[in-house]
């Protein structure tokens, strides 16, 4: 049995008076997840819990089953993973955004999504003015970076509370600050950062291209090494990751999941779609279960650009959903997402998200699917664990 999870990361949303009430989910042209959703089982899972940050690190742990209160650390050390970095008892990972700050508020907190070869030149120069023994920032993909500090806390303790900056668009930045025991480092860096940034000449070429500066790093997600049940372990599968997303990819290599590359991966609309759905079928030769995850609604939803969501939702559905289920009609496939990212507002919500199991036994056959249809089924799971139970044996 082959076991498939296809991911569309906060493709849920809330309606929208721009598309006559309808979600983008909704509005958009979905023909197979419908399809699927007719043969299967559908409903709405709570993926988050309210203590925990409303991200996609604790949303896809909770969908795998595992308990985020129990697990979770931090975004930080999931995509240090990722990067083959294995966090020591005394590290701290900080999830570090290149961000773009006007007259003191945030103004994109991807600074203009910026390409990796320039994160990188912009990350080296950190790493030459600030850099130590203590303290290393390490590039990633586009404006996701990462920082590892030695020693702060003594390495025990609670973390400085941080915000992530996707939250606070256009808003005062000095009102978000880090706060708590080992923020004024944290502050002193992002100070220090843009002095640094500002007067970079990639950044002076930007600006006369038009194009938005990358003149803060923006420091948030900080967490220690976390103690995690390998996947197979756990449920006696051998499964493999797909994503462009550095905190997935590190999920899955502290799962001891394989980690799938993709060339032309970027995690946005302009990803290689239908080389993650080739890349999948390949895989599942020699797997039992495979997560595919693609970025693009969440970002056109932090962009608060609801045709770009619509776009990106059809996109998912013609170019992975639709190519993975011809491909395995005898397997088990979850179709949904980690978490809502509501449009209007441009960030996370707590709210519980639609899903379907195509394969299982159980069945509800809804006509479509979608927030509202799921949220009319009369199912709901209360966590990931719940959900598994489904999916592996139900």
Not at 259 to 283: F, P, Q, S
Request: with cysteine; glycine share 10%.
């Amino acid at each position: 049995m082959k076991y498939i999870m296809l991911i569309a990361d906060g493709m849920a949303d809330h309606s929208l008076p721009q598309l006559g009430g309808k979600t983008p989910l909704q509005a958009a042209h979905t023909p197979n997840m419908d399809r699927l959703a007719k043969e299967g089982f559908s409903g709405l899972l709570q993926t988050l819990k309210p203590d925990l940050p409303v991200g996609s690190d604790v949303a896809i742990l909770s969908l795998l089953g595992y308990s985020p209160e129990k697990c979770y650390t931090g975004r930080g050390p999931l995509e240090a993973a990722s990067q083959g970095i294995l966090l020591k008892s005394h590290e701290v990972a900080f999830r570090v955004n290149l961000v773009t700050v006007e007259e003191g508020k945030m103004k994109d907190y991807s600074a203009g999504h910026i390409s990796s070869r320039e994160a990188r030149i912009l990350i080296d120069a950190l790493n030459e003015k600030i850099g130590s023994n203590n303290i290393r920032f390490y590039p990633g993909v586009s404006y996701r970076n990462l920082l590892i500090l030695r020693h702060l806390n003594g390495g025990k303790g609670r973390l400085p509370h941080t915000t992530p900056p996707h939250d606070i668009i256009g808003e005062p930045i000095n009102k978000h600050q880090p706060r708590g025991r080992g923020a004024n480092l944290l502050k002193k860096l992002m100070k220090h950062s843009q002095e640094i940034l500002s007067s970079h000449p990639l950044n002076k070429k930007r600006v006369k291209k038009g194009l938005p500066p990358a003149n803060m790093i923006w420091i948030w997600g900080g967490g220690f090494k976390p103690k995690l049940e390998t996947l197979e372990k756990k449920y006696g599968v051998k499964g493999g990751v797909i994503s462009a997303v550095d905190v997935i990819n590190g999920l899955g290599r502290l799962l001891n999941m394989k980690i799938i590359k993709v060339r032309g991966a970027t995690g946005d609309i302009h990803t290689n779609w239908k080389g993650k759905a080739k890349a999948l079928i390949k895989a599942l030769r020699n797997l039992d279960f495979g997560l595919l995850h693609v970025e693009a609604p969440d970002e056109a939803s932090h962009m608060g650009d609801p045709n770009l969501k619509i776009k990106a939702i059809e996109l998912f559905d013609r170019e992975i959903v639709g190519r993975i289920a011809d491909k395995f009609p005898e397997a088990r496939i979850f179709v949904g997402c980690d978490h809502v990212t509501s449009t209007l507002l441009r960030t996370h919500t707590h709210d519980p998200v639609p899903f379907l199991l195509w394969g299982v036994k159980k069945k509800n056959s809804l006509s479509t699917f979608s927030e509202v249809s799921a949220r009319f089924s009369g199912v709901f799971l209360k966590n990931g664990e719940e959900l598994m139970k489904i999916f592996l044996r139900g």
